[in-house]
């Protein structure tokens, strides 16, 4: 588990949601940057988004699924991408891993976008 201490405490404490500390003996914790998150109090790594996913802002404690017309094609992500001309944001995955991510696919034969 992630602690931290500010001058004056007498007792470490864990680093919030959407935060770190990677190091011992830190007195703050660091923000979680865009494109991955803190889901847990004390934590000392962040995770990344997953493909389909984003976290646009620093501190986040979840990533959110890349929207209908948009996509995302790797881990990491601060943002989502618009759909080419052609291609479509597929919903990837199943009831049991909610909520389904968009990943990228071209649309079928006689059909278009």
Known sequence: ES???????SVCSPCEIGTYAADPGQSICDFCAPGA?????????????????????PGRLRCDACTMGTYGS???QSR????????????????????????LLPCPS????
Do not use: D, L
């Open 80 to 103: 989502c991408s618009a759909c080419p001309a052609g291609t479509f944001g597929a919903a990837n995955g199943t009831p049991a891993t909610p909520p389904p991510f968009r990943i």
């Open 37 to 57: 998150y803190g889901g847990a109090a004390g934590v000392s790594t962040c995770s990344e988004c997953s493909a389909g996913s984003f976290s646009s802002s």
């Open 74 to 76: 790797s881990a990491g």
């Open 3 to 9: 602690r931290h201490i500010t001058a004056g405490q």
């Open 110 to 113: 006689s059909w278009w976008g």
